[in-house]
């Protein structure tokens, strides 16, 4: 047999098995129940409100379940959600029965808006301190709405980051088997993420506009990153603060979308794993080709990468997941990202600046002491 046809062989059997790993280790998911608002918090819970672009539609109209199918036009829509007073960093305490806002997540209320009603809102809405900054949140593969939506205020909720959080949301399958048609939902909508940052940069001047995209989701946020570039849209891009999350990019389609992209304001983050376990799924699927958020940070290509194309790429692979398969490394960055980026007066430990680094952590928790350190990779 052909060394070729051994190879694809060999491909195909890994992500069989790996599929099959993913289809056992699956626990139940959260249906749109989770999302039927209680009207009720308690005392020392925290709420996050989250507003919603989607390319998903609508189950019934005027109505806030989404499932699968692609929308014609966007839907809009807001969310209010409780984190319970025992909520640990990086965790979601998801509701079996009802929820109890005392001890798991829960909808305290929600919205459906339109447009013009989103963009009232999005641009009024401002924190206590009177901040303008914004939060975009563009989830992965396999994801149902209301995955994507808890996640999301989570992160919010852990990250104790000041601005406003904007849920985008596409229509993932939310199946394993999935991954070729969430891959087209992906892609379908890069329009309307472009548009969304456009529009964001336009009712905003002030304040900055954080993307954070994880996983596929990182495939379709440099898509439209590219897509602002080519339409001339260099304003947006320069307001833009761009992380992606083991995204699920091949290696040199990325090295052409960011020849294109060029130079960003402030460095693109990448927060890789080089065991990543879900991205070695998705590079045998596509025929063996590296994934983006699997880079080995030591090898001195990489490096040559991060300057090459001015971003900067971060193993997190210390940090501890929670999915069994090294993908959802993360959420628990959310807690950490404050102290990174640092503020105007009070600069952090670098994620701000092009090259390939490490993110060292001391111990096992969050609150342990970290380091971000970079490594002069190719001395190595």
Same mark, same amino acid.
């Given at each position: ?8 062989r060999l491909a195909l059997g890994t992500a069989a098995l790996l599929i099959a790993a993913f289809a056992a280790g699956c ?8 999302? %039927? ?16 672009? /989607? #390319?998903?539609? @609508? ?23 409780? =984190? ?10 998801? $509701?079996?029965?009802?929820?109890? $806002?005392?001890?798991?997540? +829960? ?16 641009? !009024? !809405? ?5 901040? !303008?900054n914004v939060g975009v949140f563009v989830h992965g593969f396999n994801s149902n709405f209301q995955e994507s939506l808890f ?5 919010? +909720? ?17 199946? =394993? /088997?999935?991954? *070729? +048609? ?17 529009? *964001? ?8 506009? #954080? ?9 379709? #946020? ?13 304003? =947006? ?25 060029? &130079?960003?304001?402030?460095?693109? /983050? ?18 063996? @080709? ?21 971003i900067q790429i971060v193993d997190i692979s210390t940090l501890k997941a929670s999915d069994g398969f090294n993908h959802d ?5 959310? %807690?950490?990202?404050?102290? *990174?980026?640092?503020?105007?007066? #009070?600069?952090?430990?670098?994620? @701000? ?7 060292? /952590?001391?111990? &096992? ?10 490594? %002069?990779?190719?001395?190595?």
């Amino acid at each position: 047999m052909p060394i070729a046809d051994q190879y694809h062989r060999l491909a195909l059997g890994t992500a069989a098995l790996l599929i099959a790993a993913f289809a056992a280790g699956c626990a139940p998911r959260p249906g749109p129940d989770v999302l %039927a608002a209680t009207g009720r918090t308690v005392p020392g819970a925290r709420t996050v409100a989250v507003y919603v672009a /989607t #390319t998903r539609a @609508r189950d019934v109209p005027h109505q806030n379940v989404f499932r699968s199918g692609r929308a014609d036009k966007v839907n809009f829509a807001e969310f209010t959600i409780s =984190v319970p007073p025992t909520h640990q960093p990086g965790m979601i305490e998801w $509701p079996v029965g009802a929820p109890d $806002p005392a001890t798991t997540f +829960a909808t305290v209320q929600q919205s459906v808006l339109d447009g013009p009603s989103f963009v009232r809102a999005v641009s !009024h !809405h401002t924190d206590a301190s009177g901040t !303008h900054n914004v939060g975009v949140f563009v989830h992965g593969f396999n994801s149902n709405f209301q995955e994507s939506l808890f996640r999301f205020a989570q992160m919010a +909720a852990d990250s104790d980051v000041r601005g406003t959080p904007i849920l985008f949301a596409w229509p993932s399958e939310a199946r =394993v /088997t999935g991954y *070729l +048609a969430d891959k087209e939902a992906a892609t379908f909508s890069r329009d309307a993420l472009a548009n969304l940052l456009t529009e *964001l940069a336009r009712q905003r001047p002030t304040g900055s506009i #954080t993307v954070i995209a994880h996983s596929m989701g990182g495939w379709l #946020t440099v898509e439209a990153l590219r897509q602002l570039r080519l339409n001339g849209q260099s304003a =947006v891009l320069a307001r833009l603060n761009v992380i992606l999350a083991a995204p699920d990019i091949d290696v040199d389609v990325f090295r052409q979308q960011m020849a294109v992209i060029g &130079t960003l304001k402030r460095p693109l /983050t990448v927060l890789v794993s080089p065991d990543d376990k879900a991205l070695s799924l998705s590079g045998a699927i596509a025929g063996s @080709r590296p994934r983006v958020g699997a880079l080995n940070v030591r090898d001195p290509r990489v490096e040559e990468l991060a300057l090459k194309s001015q971003i900067q790429i971060v193993d997190i692979s210390t940090l501890k997941a929670s999915d069994g398969f090294n993908h959802d490394r993360f959420v628990n960055v959310a %807690a950490l990202y404050p102290r *990174l980026v640092g503020s105007a007066d #009070t600069p952090g430990s670098g994620l @701000r600046n092009a090259g390939a680094f490490v993110l060292n /952590t001391v111990g &096992t928790t969050l609150s342990a002491p970290f380091s971000l350190a970079g490594e %002069a990779l190719a001395g190595e």
